[in-house]
């Protein structure tokens, strides 16, 4: 046997004929293979491992899905798992991408996007991120995403004092910053946001020395 350039195996030159070279060299064709479901697909890539065409990196098996969504429904194998060609993944919940996230990150890159239930979300390369309508100076290859918390801290006569960090710091820029007074105590009043970063931000408070809890609400991208 030989192979062709399009790497399929052919009979080679002055090789007589033969029935099982005829049937590897149609085994051998890259063909869209018409599957049911992940079911199917599992069983496919079973029965291909111990024969002369194991499904891998170098020879990756092409299929449709019957039960995907009708525009993705043709999908290819990539380590391991069966991706849509269409680049949009599919979940019933949002834990369920989660899930695929962690065991299969390697495939992705930050953009690619998926769909959980009938919400759009893209992977911003740690997580699957839920895009909103931004203002027009926002680069439409990045997308919004808020943070929220409770801090304590002690502050000086002053008002300093209280400096957040983000949970998780905005890739690009820190756009707003909302804070109120957790306590309501009359202790103290929020005069305001000072050093905002994608990092965090720090509250200046006004009234007496003493301990402040802020409430505090976030946006960036």
Known sequence: MATDVKKHSTIAAGEAPKRDALAKALLSISDV???ANATEQAQIVDALSGGDFPVSAARPLATTRGDARP???IEVSRGGVFVPTSGVLSFATKTAADNWASANGSLLSPGDQCVIGAGQYQWDGTGWRRPVEVEPGVSPTSFVFTQAGTSVASVDGSGNGMNISFYRPFPNAHLATVVTDG???GGGTVR????????GF???WGGAAG???ANWFAVGY
């Open 33 to 35: 293979v018409p599957t």
């Open 71 to 73: 525009l993705h429904q």
């Open 183 to 185: 306590d309501a105590s």
């Open 192 to 199: 305001g946001v000072v050093n905002p970063s994608k990092a």
């Open 202 to 204: 720090s509250v200046l």
């Open 211 to 213: 301990l402040r809890r």
